[in-house]
């Protein structure tokens, strides 16, 4: 009796770790990111207020390897223009893997306002 009690506390414990390690790598490894426009951060792209492409390269660049077992790591993210402060427009930024291998990542706007764009990049 005494060694099935035991036996249940540790599975229900490891299964406990296993929910917080999993829900853990679920927030951390998100690809959706809200950015104000400000004097800061706002460029103009084809006469369109844009997130510009600093802000969207080095947010892409420190969120897509978020975690060892999340994403590959990458450097040296560069993305052509700004991105564009309307809902459905996107570019393509580059980066780099440890190997020199170019990688490309789409960037898209989910969501703008006049204050803020939400937007979101593939891995």
């Known amino acids: 009796m ?5 036996l249940v506390g540790v599975v229900g414990g490891v299964t406990a770790v296993v929910a917080l390690g999993g829900l853990g790598t679920h927030l951390l490894s998100g690809t959706e990111s809200t950015s104000g426009l400000d004097g800061h951060t706002t460029a103009s792209v084809g006469g369109h207020r844009a997130l510009a492409a600093g802000v969207v390269a080095s947010r892409t660049e420190s969120r897509y390897h978020p975690l060892p077992w999340v994403g590959d790591e990458l450097s ?3 993305c052509p223009t700004g991105l564009k402060a309307v809902a459905g427009a996107s570019i393509t930024c580059t980066g780099r893997k ?7 990542i ?17 891995r």
Not at 2 to 6: A, E, H
Not at 106 to 122: I, L, N, Q, Y
């Open 76 to 78: 040296g993210v560069t």
């Open 106 to 122: 789409p960037v898209r706007v989910t969501k703008a306002d006049a204050g803020s764009v939400t937007w979101t990049f593939e």
């Open 2 to 6: 005494q060694r099935s009690k035991f």
């Open 98 to 104: 440890g190997d020199g291998e170019t990688v490309g």
